[in-house]
């Protein structure tokens, strides 16, 4: 068994150039409609924010690729309808094998959302929780197919058709180093198996104790992928990683975490890679969805930095969006 006396931590992170990459659409997806879409400061630094009561609410649309209505779980920033011209980062979380839209919600994500905006950690965000079921629906028997395939077009659903409403329905800013998406286990694996494919809506992505090689193949599978991407789009990514520990004997879970955090590190692409106690697992405090419980304000916090450097970046480049008085 692995020794679990103790934990690692491991971190490589590329240094922060969000000029080099906010460029690119920051500013012009920041001005919609001729206001200032988002707070914005002359500095990384979110002001801190006194939360209203978070609620999370169930919708649902019709998904032409899926050829039927599908669900989709919604929580909306602090005093969201208060404010009818503010508009709003997005953050999607994947659910893994089992799980509903809902399951983020039995981990208490909308108390990790509430502590993060209160710090001024996280920079209020319309967080989405897509069902990432294929047409065999929720099983214990299979993970969820994350790509367009034989049980239903899953990667059309989420990183396309659902995007796409997500800007009609809420008032969502355009640039992609505004999105997030991530999730855990196979959700993990499927927010960049979607997301690295649609990186005109997702420029952040995490992962809890995901893997990065599909049983499908070279088409599906993150570690071959992102190999394929051209450098000017490699640059422009920020990932988070984590692994659980005790995921190294059972599984390759932990193994194929730190492939990817080695391609990526080779690639150049900017990343953060740690390794805490725990991970896949029915019972236990470090186990299983508990993992992600725990570790959420991890990914979260990190998911925060990028937004407030893409803030920042835009507000320097272009300081009529923020109406401030211009950076020397």
Known sequence: MPDRRQWTKHIQMSKHTPLDWAISGAISALAIAGHCTIPCTATPVIAATQPNKLTFQLKSFYS????KTRPYGVILPPHYNEDGDRRYPVIFFLHGGKGTPSSWIDIGLVKVLQKLYQDGTLTPSIVI???GNDNRSSTPMYDPDYYDGPYGKVST???KELPTLVKQRYRAVSNPHL???GGFSSGGWGALNIGLRHLDQFGVFFSHIGYFTDSSGFRNSPQAFIKTLPAT???????YLDAGKDDEMSTKFLISTRRFHQTLTKLQVPNEFHVFPGGHGRTGANFGWNYTRKNAMSSLSYVGDQFSQ???AANFKNPKVAGTPSNP
């Open 233 to 239: 789009q490699l640059k422009s990514l920020r990932i």
């Open 129 to 131: 929780l897509p069902d």
């Open 179 to 181: 999105w997030a998406i």
């Open 310 to 312: 893409t803030i920042a």
């Open 64 to 67: 032409q690729s899926m050829g």
């Open 157 to 159: 659903l989420i990183g």
